[in-house]
């Protein structure tokens, strides 16, 4: 740890069960401030199981979790308090059909602020300018192609400005230029805003470019931790395996039968 970037997220020795059974053990992990963190794995390797330990939704069955330079709060306010400082996008949008797109980015401020309506509106334009939307302010879910709704998902996700995002698989179901723009809004984001991100995805190719950093999970615990440029020299076969999409080696992908649309 360099004394110039504080951890946002430090992670010791911590194993995470899901229904029971250990989904990841001995995982330590460092997300230094300002930095885009990219956490790779097949499908039903544990990343989201990663991600639902530092929003506090599931708690370690051992080590230590610390977000913030904090443990994890167990108490509700307390866990509610530090919720409001981690934007998440998740895989689905979550996107209500029935508001437009500036009343959907609106929701949390109305929800978790008491600021009146008229600074709420500006705040809600700013967050959907920051994404390249502020014409598409009144549209409504339906009319957004995927791409735009995924933004307009990133910009409810940024509404009380959080210090750390967190994306879970942000480009499902996006073609291949509405993942190069997303991506690349991660990264611009992440710069301008002064944030730490963690992008959650399978989608290797598209994510490498705009990580600093790299690991990978498989069989249970991280198998690789690195630069992308290290990660794509990485001579480990079970690296391989995944960077190639192949589905015999040494990641056995029996064990995890779950699959996502590619
Ligand atoms: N709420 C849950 N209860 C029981 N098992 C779960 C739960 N959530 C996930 N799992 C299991 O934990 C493993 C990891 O899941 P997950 O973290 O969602 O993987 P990923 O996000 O990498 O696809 C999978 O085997 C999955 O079936
Ligand atoms: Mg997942």
């Known amino acids: 740890m360099t004394e110039a970037a504080p951890s946002i997220v430090h992670l010791r020795d911590v194993r995470l069960e899901r229904g029971g059974r250990t989904v990841l053990r001995d995982i330590s992990l460092d997300v230094p401030k300002g930095q885009v963190i990219a956490v790779l794995g097949p499908s039903g390797s544990g990343k989201s199981t990663l991600l639902a330990a530092l929003t506090g939704e599931l708690e370690a069955a051992a080590g230590t979790v610390e977000v913030f330079g904090r443990p994890i709060p167990r108490r509700n306010r307390d866990l509610l308090e530090l919720r409001k400082g981690i934007g998440v996008l998740l895989q689905g949008n979550g996107l209500l059909t029935d508001l437009t797109a500036a009343e959907n980015v609106g929701l ?21 300018h920051a994404v390249g939307l ?23 996700a940024l509404a009380l400005d959080p210090p750390l995002m967190i994306y879970d698989e ?8 509405a993942s190069g723009v997303v991506m690349a809004l991660v990264r611009r984001l992440n ?21 600093d950093h790299a690991i990978v999970i498989a069989n249970g615990g991280i198998v690789f931790s690195g630069s992308p440029d290290a990660l794509s020299a990485s001579p480990d076969p079970l690296v391989q395996q995944f960077l190639k999409g192949e589905p015999d080696g040494p990641i056995g992908f029996d064990a995890a039968p779950r699959t996502e649309a590619a």
């Not at 301008?192 to 705009?210: K, R």
């Open 108 to 128: 949390p401020l109305r929800a978790h602020t008491r600021l009146p309506r008229p600074v709420i509106d500006r705040l809600v334009r700013m967050k959907l």
């Open 170 to 177: 942000p480009l499902t179901g996006l073609d291949p230029i």
């Open 134 to 156: 502020r014409a598409a302010a009144d549209a409504f879910p339906r009319e957004l192609s995927g791409g735009m709704a995924r933004r307009v998902a990133l910009a409810r």
């Open 191 to 211: 710069d301008t805003l002064g944030l730490t991100s963690i992008v959650v995805t399978h989608h290797v190719h598209e994510t490498l470019p705009v990580a």
